[in-house]
């Protein structure tokens, strides 16, 4: 394409300073803290392992009920809270955004009841068994709950003295030890434990007075309670919703599927909110909101993330860009459902994933905030209004002429570099 015709097409979208339009009735609305920390709390009480989650679905709606938000609930349980919009909506179709937090964690299951009544367990989610060393569980059986402890095989220094150290990290080298009497299957059958019975962990949370918060299970029961935090913020205040927004509580992300069955057609932008990994080298902070413009489903769409960026320099939240390398979410399962939507991902910046989190309350109310903002926003871009299009008139651009100009770097005249010096002496 030649400089003069892109200097010809019209766009807003060189930078994401938000429209005049959506800007002014925004409000960075007041996060009740005390109500995330409560709500976080009571969702780490109920164990929700993926395949364990109708507990965590009852006590999810009924925050919704109470907040008297309207939702459906897909067979399983997925729930689809239905912030509808209040400001009239001007043309003739107004598409939807979606907020997605999983209510499903890490656990495990029983894989084999050994002879001498010790249990194999296999993961649920992908983390490593070196987490799952040492931890208190419940077993769930069909009709009854035990408590216990996850051990390594060789759990015990005075029996096999270094070897305790050189033990392999895995989950065969791990065995679940049942708080009864049980020498031998036989035991395991009399007390009704099965193969297949789900393990829930121990979550062990922990709030600090400086505002630390460290706990199993803050992935993803953090961004839930900062959700719904947010949804309590909007309904309290009664401010203008533009767009009807969907706030999606999965329950399979831990196991991969997620966000994949639940993306409405009217649906245009899907925003994930999960955890930030902090580690060194990582860009995700244990404050202000992460933003990663990338993960393993490839890059985020690139109005949605920077228009989000904006909103938050616009009203004063700290942010961290990231990109994750080892990470999926339910907005990039939304997409590989096949789903025509825009995605970002809003993170709390957590150390230590899929381990003995921790984060700081600060960074979930900043998440909250924005996600409030968000709500009140409307479509990243007018022409979302419209699934298809037979025109590129109003398509967004992503870089402006002058980034696109050619490089001319002529190359020198070759029969000049080498014509002999005498014959270029006589011209
Ligand atoms: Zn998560």
């Not at 009854?144 to 270094?162: F, I, Q, T």
């Not at 979550?203 to 630390?212: A, I, S």
């Amino acid at each position: 394409m030649s400089r003069s015709l892109l200097r010809n097409v019209s766009s807003t979208c060189f930078s994401h300073s938000l429209p005049e339009n959506i800007r002014n009735p925004m409000r960075k609305l007041p996060i009740d803290a005390d109500y995330l920390k409560t709500t976080l709390l009571e969702l780490l009480a109920i164990p929700s392992p993926a395949g364990l989650t109708d507990e965590i679905v009852h006590y999810t709606c009924s925050k919704l009920d109470a907040m008297g938000v309207a939702y459906e609930l897909t067979r399983r349980g997925t729930i689809r809270a239905i912030l509808r919009r209040t400001l009239p909506e001007r043309r003739r179709q107004s598409p939807a955004c979606a907020i997605v937090a999983h209510l499903d964690t890490l656990g495990a299951m029983v894989r084999e009841i050994k002879p001498n009544g010790r249990l194999s367990l296999m993961p649920i989610g992908t983390w490593s068994s070196r987490w799952a060393e040492g931890g208190r569980v419940t077993l769930f059986t069909e009709n009854s709950r035990y408590r216990g402890s996850v051990l390594p095989l060789l759990a015990s220094g005075h029996v096999y003295n270094e070897a305790v150290d050189s033990q392999p990290v895995s989950w065969d080298q791990l065995e679940l030890r049942v708080d009864e009497h049980m020498q031998c299957a036989d035991d395991a059958a009399r007390l009704g434990i099965q193969v297949g019975d789900m393990v829930a962990f121990d979550p062990l949370p922990e709030w600090l007075d400086n505002g630390y918060i460290v706990s199993r299970y803050l992935d993803d029961k953090a961004g839930v309670a900062a959700l719904l935090a947010a949804l309590k913020a909007i309904a309290d205040s009664g401010v203008p919703v533009p767009m009807d927004c969907h706030a999606v509580f999965t329950l399979t992300e831990e196991v991969g599927s997620g966000a994949r069955a639940v993306i409405e057609d009217d649906v245009s932008e899907v925003i994930g909110v999960d955890i930030g990994p902090v580690a060194a080298g990582q860009g995700a902070s244990e404050r202000g909101v992460t933003i990663p413009l990338m993960d393993s489903a490839g890059p985020h769409d690139y109005h949605l993330t920077r228009r989000l960026l904006a909103l938050c320099k616009e009203h004063g939240i700290q942010t961290n860009r990231d990109v994750f390398r080892f990470y999926h979410s339910d907005a990039g399962a939304a997409v590989s459902a096949g789903h025509d939507v825009r995605t970002a991902l809003l993170c709390f910046g957590t150390d230590a994933s899929h381990g003995y989190e921790r984060t700081h309350i600060s960074v979930l109310v900043n998440l909250a905030e924005l996600l409030a903002l968000y709500i009140q926003s409307g479509p990243t871009l007018a022409e979302d209004r419209q699934r298809r299009t037979d025109t590129v008139e109003g398509f967004p651009h992503q870089l402006n002429p002058e980034q696109l100009v050619r490089q001319d770097t002529p190359l020198p005249d070759a029969g000049e570099l080498v014509r002999p010096t005498e014959s270029r002496s006589q011209e």
